[in-house]
């Protein structure tokens, strides 16, 4: 599997867990929108944002593991150093 830091190439498997993920967290935003327009109590609305914001973070740190075991793997054994950089910088954005 070929990373080329543009576009990346995932299993079937891979991409149906991902879409799986961003279809539940699309669903939990819709409903957070159906709140505020059906006026819901604003503890109630904080709290639903904070499984939405839950469920992007446990998105993204599936993501992240499958790159650093494909891309980032990849790319060291194939003497990229520089794949490091790329990858600090990305936890930096992550980790805010």
Not at 6 to 12: I, L, V
Request: charged fraction near 25%.
């Amino acid at each position: 599997m070929d990373c080329c830091h543009r576009t990346k190439e995932r299993s079937a498997e891979e991409m149906t867990a991902l879409i799986h993920r961003l279809n539940r967290i699309e669903g939990q935003v819709r409903g957070l929108r159906r709140m505020v327009e059906e006026n819901a109590y604003c503890p109630d609305i904080l709290t639903q944002t904070a499984a939405a914001n839950a469920a992007l973070q446990a998105f993204g740190q599936q993501l992240l593991e499958t790159h650093i075991r494909t891309c980032v793997a990849q790319d060291l054994a194939a003497g990229n150093a520089q794949t490091i950089d790329e990858l600090m910088d990305t936890l930096r954005k992550f980790m805010k």
